[in-house]
């Protein structure tokens, strides 16, 4: 019961850059926010990014000007473009997308890992 399938994760030393993406499952309909959680060794999972249909979007302040979440309305893909990583960007990110009647779906998850 794949929903969402995420890709590019990966190690880079720090000041790298990877990009993310994140397809949804053509079963899912009515898809309305997309965003990127993360969650670190000990650490709660938090909200990285977010993106509306519309394309508003909301970010984590520790990663405000470095991100950019975008995604493709037609293909139900979102995408998280995340440059000048640090170290402390190390984790595991996972995909989330909320449907019209606020049902979640999560991806499997994918390692973020940045090297000093």
């Known amino acids: 019961q794949v929903q969402l399938v995420e890709s590019g994760g990966g190690l880079v030393q720090a000041g790298g850059s990877l990009r993310l993406s994140c397809a949804a499952s053509k079963s899912i309909f009515s898809i309305n926010a997309m965003g990127w959680y993360r969650q670190a060794p000990g650490k709660q999972r938090e909200l990285v990014a977010a993106i509306t249909p519309g394309g508003s979007t909301n970010y984590a302040d520790s990663v405000k000007g470095r991100f950019t979440i975008s995604r493709d309305n037609a293909r139900n893909t979102v995408y998280l473009q995340m440059n000048s990583l640090k170290p402390v960007d190390t984790a595991v990110y996972y995909c989330?997308?909320?449907?019209?009647?606020?049902?979640?779906?999560w991806g499997q998850g994918t390692q973020v890992t940045v090297s000093s």
């Open positions: 989330n997308a909320a449907r019209s009647d606020y049902h979640y779906y």
